[in-house]
């Protein structure tokens, strides 16, 4: 059974792009199989709105956004990253780079300043806002699981927060690289590896705090 404090919980979500989520996206191609198999972006809508209606902070995880010359100079560039550099995505200024409209920022939630690797952690401001806000436990949804979800797990559990995976909120190259991610990466260092449906169900009966002060004793 989860137990989730909505005050001190935020949910991550981790580059929703139209280059990642969209079926014209550069990234579409890669993710598609498994996205389809296990319901992605159903899954996604399903969380975000569970979340927000349980008052839980929605925090935005954005991969950087190419610019012509990122990578100029550098010596040892992520070449994961590297590579999706050279297909320019997440451009800057384009359609690709958007926000996915079903998860586009609403009221209330934050974004966080752009990571360049795999971690959304790394060189933002991500630890900071979500110290600021007094959030202890983070939820990871997005993409890919075996990248960035998997680093931003794993530095979030260095941080000290208490890390909640979500296996079909989520997706990767192969049905393997989800099989690793979940199954045997994640035991060694996340809290919680859960579904879609036992996080909406653990959400359900929370209400905002705002509300549960509305109501008469």
């Known amino acids: 059974m989860m137990t989730l404090d909505v005050t001190r919980t935020a949910l991550l979500f981790v580059d929703p792009y139209n280059d990642f989520l969209a079926e014209q996206g550069k990234l579409w191609p890669m993710v598609a199989q498994v996205a389809t198999e296990v ?8 969380i975000t709105h569970a979340a927000r209606t349980a008052g839980i902070q929605v925090v935005i995880v954005p991969h950087h956004r190419w610019k012509p010359g990122d990578l100029d100079g550098w010596s040892h560039p992520n070449p994961y990253m590297a590579g999706g ?30 990571h360049w690797g795999s971690s959304g952690f790394a060189n933002t401001n991500l630890d900071t806002i979500l110290k600021q806000k007094g959030i202890t436990h983070v939820i990871l949804i997005g993409l890919i699981a075996n990248t960035c ?6 530095y979030a559990v260095e941080l000290g927060y208490h890390v909640t995976l979500v296996r079909d909120a989520t997706a990767a190259a192969s049905a393997e ?9 994640a035991p060694t260092y996340a809290h919680v590896v859960t579904t879609t449906a036992e996080l909406v169900s653990a959400l ?11 109501q008469p004793r």
């Open 149 to 154: 979800i998997e680093s931003t797990a794993r």
């Open 177 to 185: 690289a989800m099989r690793c991610a979940h199954d045997i990466n």
């Open 204 to 214: 359900a009966p929370l209400e905002p705090p705002q509300a549960a002060e509305k």
């Open 85 to 114: 550099y050279r297909r320019q995505v997440f451009a800057e200024g384009t359609w690709g780079g958007e926000w996915y409209p079903d998860f586009a920022p609403r009221s209330g939630d934050l974004i966080c300043t752009e």
């Open 39 to 46: 319901g992605l972006h159903a899954h996604l809508k399903a």
